[in-house]
């Protein structure tokens, strides 16, 4: 494993006898029984940290240990595609080639791109994503690193159909979104700001991996695999698309919101719902003026306070 790791980093060509020692059921098996999944881990860091992180992945595949390496759960839903292992080579493949353009990325969020939407169920059957299974016990990462994979892959689901209104800077665009239907208590010119608003804050600093990503599977009706397994990622076609994106959301002004501090705090909320304690409904205030403050960005806290206890009046006398 360490040499295929020098060989990735370094760039050297691997000889082909040695591919075929290498590639051996006497490797394979040292592999599952010998080697410990941590050393795996570590060896595929060190292979992926160099220039080419697409060669390193292929290196895998061509010595037929890939999903020894990124070993599965026995049990699953969906299926594993047949060309499931070229698909995740070929998503490195195009997100590599895209940040050479762009200049973000992840490498664990792009390999296992194609499979984000896996589970398999563990006790009380809970249903759990294949990629942390991947992350935190095939290859033994730390939590945060699943965790930040699974939130890039989350959050480009939910930049698809934000796309379209970012392009044309218009809100119409927007009844597709499935999400943060509970936000949208705002003035419908500003729903992409709230949305996108909320979207950011929960993903940070991975905005632009996620976002990067998403072109890759932009407009979301249409079924990019063949595409991707043939190479034809259409690269300025997609730096265009993440480029227009990047700026409508820095036109919002948007580009750092999770570092916005709220105007109004729980205590502030407390007094006007006459609550004693926090609890849900005061999360869901929260929420709920921070949509509004996205809304409204020159507003101030006397503002924001007004229209809280007017909603809150309006809700009351409705019940």
């Known amino acids: 494993?360490?040499?295929?790791s020098s060989w990735a980093r370094f760039g050297f060509t691997l000889d082909e006898e040695l591919k075929k020692v290498a590639a051996c059921d006497d490797v394979k098996a040292a592999l599952q029984t010998k080697i410990s999944r941590e050393r795996i881990g570590t060896e595929i860091d060190l292979m992926t940290s160099g220039n080419h992180p697409d060669r390193a992945v292929a290196y895998i595949r061509d010595l037929t240990v890939f999903w020894i390496v990124f070993n599965l759960p026995h049990e699953f839903e969906p299926a594993l595609p047949e060309?499931?292992?070229?698909?995740?080579?070929?998503?490195i493949d195009a997100a590599w080639n895209l940040i050479q353009l762009i200049g973000c990325f992840n490498f664990n969020a792009a390999l296992f791109f194609p499979l984000r939407n896996m589970a398999y169920k563990e006790c009380k059957a809970k249903r759990i994503p294949v990629v942390n299974h991947i992350l935190r016990d095939s290859l033994k990462r730390k939590v945060s690193d699943a965790e930040t994979v699974l939130n890039i892959h989350n959050a480009l689901e939910?930049?698809?159909?934000?796309?379209?209104?970012?392009?044309?800077?218009?809100?119409?665009?927007?009844?597709?979104?499935?999400?943060g239907r509970e936000l949208i208590d705002v003035p419908g010119t500003s729903k992409l700001c709230v949305l996108t608003g909320f979207l950011l804050?929960?993903?940070?600093?991975?905005?632009?991996?996620?976002?990067?990503?998403?072109?890759?599977?932009?407009p979301a009706d249409v079924n990019y695999t063949q595409d991707m397994l043939n190479k034809h990622f259409e690269l300025e076609k997609?730096?265009?698309?993440?480029?227009?994106?990047?700026?409508?959301?820095?036109?919002?002004?948007?580009?750092?919101v999770w570092d916005l501090k709220s105007l109004v705090n729980g205590k502030a909320i407390m007094d006007i719902l006459q609550l004693k304690a926090g609890g849900p409904l005061v999360r869901d205030w929260q929420q709920k003026l921070l949509a509004w403050q996205l809304a409204h960005p020159s507003g101030t806290k006397e503002e924001c306070l007004n229209w809280m206890r007017e909603t809150h009046l309006n809700h009351t006398e409705m019940e």
């Open 238 to 256: 997609r730096k265009e698309l993440f480029v227009t994106v990047e700026n409508a959301i820095v036109k919002l002004g948007l580009e750092k």
């Open 158 to 179: 939910k930049f698809l159909p934000l796309i379209p209104s970012c392009v044309s800077n218009e809100d119409a665009h927007l009844t597709g979104v499935e999400w």
């Open 201 to 218: 804050r929960e993903i940070k600093d991975f905005w632009q991996v996620a976002l990067l990503l998403s072109t890759l599977l932009y």
């Open 83 to 91: 060309e499931c292992h070229r698909l995740c080579i070929a998503c």
């Open 1 to 4: 494993m360490e040499k295929k």
